[in-house]
């Protein structure tokens, strides 16, 4: 590629804040799903293995791409190359995301609409979603529990 780029994190909120925060996207991840013609019986196994798939892409796939792609290839630049060492290290995830149908918290009733209007006014956007995120957080919990 001949045109020129930069990276960037998303930036602090202000100059007291002591970290970057990148937040992943998860509407943007890659969806594997697995075909009906699976046998029931044997879809559970299947969700395993794909599962340690990824776990261990994590330490194969990964870096390689990281290492190859984004910090040799697709960065010209020693600080392009810093900007995403900050991105990757300082990740974080938000599981809302997950179980958002786009109509909730995250969506068109939630902060979505906040950027849609203009409204800055996240304290009555989080006062409408609280009790249902936290219920969320207490059966998400509750189902931790009965896999350990």
């Not at 992943?24 to 299947?46: K, N, Q, S, T």
């Not at 918290?105 to 956007?125: K, M, P, V």
């Amino acid at each position: 590629m001949e045109s020129k780029y930069g990276v960037l994190p998303i930036p602090k909120l202000d100059e007291d804040q002591e970290n970057y925060s990148s937040l992943v996207w998860v509407h943007h991840d890659c969806v594997l799903g697995i075909p009906a013609a699976v046998p029931e019986a044997d879809r559970e196994m299947v969700s395993v293995i794909l599962e340690h798939m990824n776990y261990l892409s994590y330490y194969t796939v990964f870096p390689s791409f990281y290492d190859t792609v984004l910090l040799t290839k697709s960065t010209h630049d020693e600080d392009s190359k810093r900007m995403l060492e900050i991105v990757f290290e300082t990740r974080s995830f938000d599981p809302g995301q997950y179980w958002d149908d786009d109509t909730g918290l995250h969506g068109g009733e939630g902060y979505l609409r906040l950027q849609q209007t203009g409204n800055s006014d996240i304290a009555s956007i989080w006062a409408k979603w609280e009790t249902a995120v936290y219920e969320c957080f207490d059966e998400l919990n509750l189902k931790i529990d009965e896999m350990e």
